[in-house]
């Protein structure tokens, strides 16, 4: 099973920009269909971005359409969420995952451990 490691985070001031990056520890993430979701502290775990393994099919939240951008570079065995104009409350632990271009997390199986986003005023 593919094992997955997230980079990227940090702390940010609201309208800045950082780029998320998932990567492979173990496997190739280009057979894959992958994920990023996130949870905030009290929050349960939802849905911010999918991407096909072909990389047609691209879906968003509607609370990060416009100012997300999930892309894969397989390359690089990698897929990257770039976060602009970011939010306070786009402050959450970031996790990606494989499974199906879905938003239900219950349909995704392999998960990274996180990365920390935090975003102040």
């Known amino acids: 099973q593919v094992q997955l490691v997230e980079s990227g985070g940090g702390l940010v001031q609201a309208g800045g920009s950082l780029r998320l990056s998932c990567a492979a520890a173990?496997?190739?993430?280009?057979?894959?269909?992958m994920g990023w979701f996130r949870q905030a502290p009290g929050k349960e775990r939802e849905f911010v971005a999918a991407?096909?393994?072909?990389?047609?099919?691209?879906y968003y939240a509607d609370s990060v359409k416009g100012r997300f951008t999930i892309a894969r570079d397989d390359s690089k065995n990698t897929v990257n969420l770039q976060m602009n104009t970011l939010k306070p409350e786009d402050t959450a632990l970031y996790y990606c995952?494989?499974?199906?271009?879905?938003?239900?997390?219950?349909?995704?199986?392999?998960w990274g451990q996180g990365t920390q986003v935090t975003v102040s005023s």
């Open positions: 173990r496997g190739t993430l280009s057979n894959y269909n």
């Open positions: 995952a494989t499974g199906s271009v879905t938003t239900k997390e219950s349909e995704y199986d392999a």
């Open positions: 991407i096909s393994w072909r990389g047609i099919r691209r």
